[in-house]
């Protein structure tokens, strides 16, 4: 059974600095990774799509990586603003559906 | 374009009640999904549409849970019996094959 861990669970960094964050997932055998942020009492809203061929995709201030054979991929966030504070959540295409990690909540301080 | 939503925002009801969650996806998307959300964790995967029929429904935790998107678009999620544990938010997502999914605000049920 596939299982999606994400490190850290929350972090807190001040305004400008560069960050990663990381998901760790235990099945190689994907389809796809997705990147998703979730504001407080909101919906998903999904940051990057990066398909089982791919390496990384990249999305403005936001790179993400995927190494399928070691079952980890990595959200990078370049000069983080206060704005980019939210919920951060990974799944993974397994099969007919996705399984997600539990987020890594990132505070952003002005 | 208008993206997935879902109604109610919020649903309180009585332990034991029975209840109707809408999900309208976005126009043209053949595949839907149905999450459970609890407070800190990441959505956990409920259903899967793909048109009319559910093609995944291992996801579902127990015979009070059913799902139905009769004419491929508007999905329902219907809770017969429900329970203190059932509290959570419900998230649909939709998406044009099975690749990106698209996510609805989701309906935040409480029961009482």
Redesign the interface.
């Known amino acids: 059974k596939q299982e999606v861990t994400q490190i850290p669970a929350a972090l807190s960094v001040p305004e400008g600095e560069n960050l990663v964050l990381n998901c760790s997932f235990t099945d190689s055998a994907i389809y796809n990774l997705q990147w998703f942020r979730q504001d407080p009492g909101k919906g998903l809203t999904s940051l990057l799509l990066i398909q089982s061929s791919q390496r990384e995709q990249t999305s403005g201030r936001l790179n993400a990586s995927l190494d399928k054979s070691s079952g980890r991929s990595t959200l990078y966030i370049a000069a983080s603003q206060p704005g980019d504070s939210a919920t951060y959540l990974c799944a993974v295409r397994d099969g007919q559906n996705f399984v997600f990690g539990p987020g890594t909540r990132l505070s952003v301080l002005p | 374009g208008a993206g997935?939503s879902q109604t109610p925002s919020n649903k309180v009801t009585e332990k034991g009640k029975y209840v109707e969650l809408r999900c309208d996806p976005i126009s043209g998307h053949t595949a839907l999904?149905w999450?459970r959300q609890s407070l800190?964790?990441?959505?956990?995967?409920l259903i899967?549409f793909q048109g009319t029929g559910a093609?995944?429904d291992?996801?579902l935790p127990n015979d009070r849970f059913f799902a139905v998107r009769p004419e491929g678009s508007v999905s329902t999620l219907k809770i017969q019996r429900t329970e203190r544990g059932d509290s959570a938010v419900y998230?649909c997502?939709s998406s044009p094959g099975?690749?990106?999914?698209?996510?609805?605000?989701?309906t935040?049920l409480t029961v009482l």
């Open positions: 997935v999904y999450y800190g964790q990441g959505p956990e995967f899967y093609a995944d291992s996801g998230l997502a099975s690749n990106e999914q698209f996510f609805g605000p989701g935040r």
